[in-house]
T-cell receptor
Framework: DTAVSQTPKYLVTQMGNDKSIKCEQN?????MYWYKQDSKKFLKIMFS???????INETVPNRFSPKSPDKAHLNLHINSLELGDSAVYFC??????????FGQGTRLTVV | EDKVVQSPLSLVVHEGDTVTLNCSYE??????LLWYKQEKKAPTFLFML????IEKKSGRLSSILDKKELFSILNITATQTGDSAVYLC?????????????FGKGTKLSVKP
């Protein structure tokens, strides 16, 4: 059983489209995250979320929005995709002050 | 602004060498320091350090935290080609409900046979 799973693994889409990436964790964790990893391998926090609080990195464009239907899921919606959105997006989850477990990543390519 | 700085950014060694990777941090409300290894896909967890001066060890890897000087090191002894990866350091703060992980840019380690 995969602890943190993301779908799809690869996503190629045209500029201007709207897309979603799904994330599910079966670890019973309270907090989930979205990270963006650029071509230089720099991992940058986008959002952290638990059932009480959404923390948004203020540098993230409002075209990006997380949606959490329940504690085990945190999906990422992206509107009006731009070339600069091309990156690998990682979902992660953690328990109370434990290490974060990462999904396998979604490689998004905007053409 | 919170930041984590790793050095060197890249390193090439030969099998059997010992390497030391550095991580310094400036994070408000610091709680812990984590090390991850990233090969082709997801970062995988190595260590979490909360207390100063207590070494954590796993096989050939070890790590220690200095909260006074605000840095951590990751040591790998008798390196093998399978150690080739990007090593990521992350500082966790008390922000939000469980804090965020603020990552450095990583050290790319290449181990040659």
């Amino acid at each position: 059983d995969t602890a943190v799973s993301q779908t799809p693994k690869y996503l190629v889409t045209q500029m201007g489209n709207d897309k979603s990436i799904k994330c599910e964790q079966n670890l019973g964790h309270d907090t989930m995250y979205w990270y963006k990893q650029d071509s230089k391998k720099f991992l940058k926090i986008m959002f952290s979320y638990n059932n009480k609080e959404l923390i948004i990195n203020e540098t993230v464009p409002n075209r990006f929005s997380p949606k959490s239907p329940d504690k085990a899921h945190l999906n990422l919606h992206i509107n009006s995709l731009e070339l600069g959105d091309s990156a690998v997006y990682f979902c992660a989850s953690s328990g109370l002050w434990t290490e974060a477990f990462f999904g396998q990543g979604t490689r998004l390519t905007v053409v | 602004e919170d930041k984590v700085v790793q050095s060197p950014l890249s390193l090439v060694v030969h099998e059997g060498d010992t390497v030391t990777l550095n991580c310094s941090y400036e994070v408000t409300n610091f709680r812990s320091l984590l090390w991850y290894k990233q090969e082709k896909k997801a970062p995988t967890f190595l260590f979490m350090l909360t207390s100063s001066g207590i070494e954590k060890k796993s096989g050939r890897l070890s790590s220690i935290l200095d909260k006074k000087e605000l840095f951590s090191i990751l040591n790998i002894t008798a390196t093998q080609t399978g150690d080739s990866a990007v090593y990521l350091c992350a500082a966790r703060n008390y922000g939000g409900s469980q804090g965020n992980l603020i990552f450095g840019k990583g050290t790319k380690l290449s181990v040659k046979p």
